[in-house]
């Protein structure tokens, strides 16, 4: 008997990879019809600019529609504070049981109530003596469970039972915590927004710079026509 399980992570493996193969080959064929006709003097180095920006729209326009979200879906954030009242240095990963998984992992953390936009860092918050932090995060996905308290080499957690109005968290000694299990100190590891922000910030850069080389390219052409109908 098949293990249903298998047989879809290979299928999706086969599908991902089918994809890249599609992909590449497209991709080289844009790139060498553009450097034909840039050798043909067909095309201009701002025309082929202006074509890879317009190709780049779809990203701008994700960009901004997910930049707007962050305004209209906000009423699923909460808030809670961490205090570190110990003697020591430390860094906290605030973590939760997601519903699709049912796995622990870093809490989607945001920005703010409003807008709710994802920070770029979930893991690792340093936390000086009697230093303080606040957090928001979106818990329509997620159960938040406790926190990963890192101290040096030494790791614990720190449980909590999270309302939907704001709480806060003290913590007097590294002594009073509980163990952190492999899972926990796994899940400091990993969770950084930066490649969704590059992405954000690339689709919101081409908007002026499409704006901006479109301008430069009617102008241009405007020149062009006028000269030879002054020509003629």
Not at 32 to 44: D, G, I, S
Not at 132 to 157: A, E, P
Request: net charge positive; glycine share 6%.
């Amino acid at each position: 008997m098949k293990n249903k399980d298998n047989y879809k992570t290979k299928s999706f493996g086969y599908e991902r990879r089918r994809k890249r193969k599609v992909s590449l080959p497209a991709l080289l064929a844009i790139a060498q019809t553009l450097c034909f006709m840039l050798k043909m003097k067909r095309l201009t180095k701002k025309g082929i600019l202006l074509i890879l920006s317009g190709l780049t729209l779809l990203i701008s326009g994700i960009s901004v529609l997910f930049l707007i979200s962050g305004f209209i879906y906000s009423n699923w954030i909460v808030s809670f504070s961490f205090t570190n009242n110990t003697d020591s240095t430390i860094e906290i990963t605030p973590v939760g049981i997601w519903h699709s998984s049912e796995k622990l992992g870093p809490l989607p953390l945001s920005i703010g109530e409003n807008p709710s936009w994802p920070t770029l860092r979930r893991t690792n918050f340093k936390l000086t003596k009697g230093d303080s932090r606040t957090f928001f995060f979106d818990y329509d996905d997620i159960n938040m469970d406790g926190i990963v308290i890192k101290q040096d080499d030494f790791y614990g957690y720190y449980p909590v039972l999270l309302g939907f109005e704001k709480d806060a968290f003290f913590l007097k000694s590294l002594k009073h915590l509980e163990p952190a299990t492999p899972e926990m100190i796994e899940s400091t590891d990993s969770g950084n927004n930066w490649k969704l922000w590059t992405f954000l910030l690339i689709g919101l850069i081409n908007i002026p710079l499409f704006i901006g080389l479109l301008r430069s390219y009617l102008r241009e052409k405007s020149k062009k026509r006028h000269a030879n109908i002054g020509y003629t």
